[in-house]
């Protein structure tokens, strides 16, 4: 399978079809597959690759994480101070959900923090990938959900 840039109508399928290809079994766990189908679906407001989710599938171990905030550094510090094991992850994929209105800079910031905040090797982690959703409809300031590789 190439791994070209496709539009996003085609992105869930090529999601779907690697994931098939790669983890079968992984469909089983719909909180996971589920959030990887969002993660590639329309409405991304920073362009999704699939050689991203091809990388985090090459590794054994998943887990889920979510977790809200007032802020997008409160996001973040809320999932580090829950799941200290987030610090020795071998690659993420997140996104954040946030309200229209939401200031770029301060998502920046937050990530800047993660990244901070992570362990990486001699030969860093992969994949390292976030993109964000508008949700009007989102009671709170931002909600961050991850996939974590270990």
């Given at each position: 399978?190439g791994l070209?840039?496709c539009?996003?109508s085609?992105?869930i399928s090529?999601a779907?079809?690697?994931?098939a290809?790669?983890?079968?079994?992984?469909?089983?766990?719909?909180p996971?597959y589920e959030t990887?189908?969002?993660?590639?679906?329309?409405?991304?407001?920073?362009e999704?690759?699939l050689?991203?989710?091809?990388?985090?599938l090459?590794?054994k171990t998943?887990?889920i994480?979510?977790?809200?905030?007032?802020?997008?550094?409160?996001?973040?510090?809320n999932?580090l101070?829950?799941?200290?094991e987030?610090t020795?992850a071998?690659g993420?994929?997140?996104?954040?959900?946030?309200?229209p209105?939401?200031?770029?800079?301060?998502c920046?910031?937050?990530?800047?923090?993660?990244?901070?905040?992570?362990?990486?090797?001699?030969?860093g982690?992969?994949?390292?990938f976030?993109t964000l959703?508008?949700?009007k409809d989102?009671?709170?300031?931002?909600?961050l959900?991850?996939?974590i590789a270990?």
């Amino acid at each position: 399978m190439g791994l070209e840039v496709c539009l996003y109508s085609d992105k869930i399928s090529k999601a779907q079809d690697m994931i098939a290809e790669i983890r079968p079994g992984l469909t089983e766990n719909r909180p996971i597959y589920e959030t990887i189908l969002h993660i590639y679906s329309d409405g991304a407001l920073i362009e999704t690759n699939l050689a991203d989710l091809k990388e985090l599938l090459a590794h054994k171990t998943l887990k889920i994480h979510k977790t809200n905030g007032k802020t997008f550094k409160e996001c973040v510090n809320n999932l580090l101070d829950s799941f200290p094991e987030l610090t020795s992850a071998k690659g993420i994929l997140r996104y954040y959900e946030v309200a229209p209105d939401f200031d770029w800079q301060e998502c920046e910031k937050a990530e800047i923090m993660l990244g901070d905040a992570l362990t990486q090797g001699v030969y860093g982690w992969e994949p390292d990938f976030w993109t964000l959703f508008e949700n009007k409809d989102l009671e709170t300031a931002c909600r961050l959900t991850m996939i974590i590789a270990n």
